[in-house]
Nanobody, 125 residues
Framework: VQLQASGGGLVQAGGSLRVSCAVS?????????IGWFRQAPGKEREFVAA????????YYADSVKGRCTISRDNAKKMVWLQMNGLNSDDTAVYYC??????????????????WGQGTLVTVSS
């Protein structure tokens, strides 16, 4: 199982960015919840957003609610995180993760059993 995050980069404060997560390998992506987490320099990893197996239910951290949208396409095995109104607090490495034992979105990192390598998002002020 591989999760490949991409789409990170440098963006100005107030700007937008969409990061992507491509999934491959032998697990049932279509029945797994997917989450995005981030880790800023010197800080612990934190939950950002999650989506259920069908894409019907989403869950966001308070810090990004209203500014981010998570979506998925099971046929393409892709998950996206659209981020708007970015600020310096959003600077971090963003990771996608799969909860292959659960279908509902969860904010608990311990529930996720497969992780991607991360993509760096840097917001300049």
């Amino acid at each position: 199982v591989q999760l490949q995050a991409s789409g990170g980069g440098l963006v100005q404060a107030g700007g937008s960015l969409r990061v992507s997560c491509a999934v491959s390998g032998g697990f049932r992506f279509g029945t797994s919840a997917i989450g995005w987490f981030r880790q800023a320099p010197g800080k612990e990893r934190e939950f950002v957003a999650a989506i259920d197996w069908r894409g019907d239910s989403t869950y966001y951290a308070d810090s990004v609610k209203g500014r981010c949208t998570i979506s998925r396409d099971n046929a393409k095995k892709m998950v996206w995180l659209q981020m708007n109104g970015l600020n310096s607090d959003d600077t971090a490495v963003y990771y996608c993760a799969a909860d292959t034992y659960g279908v509902a979105p969860t904010s608990q990192s311990i529930d996720y059993d497969h992780w991607g390598q991360g993509t760096l998002v840097t917001v300049s002020s």
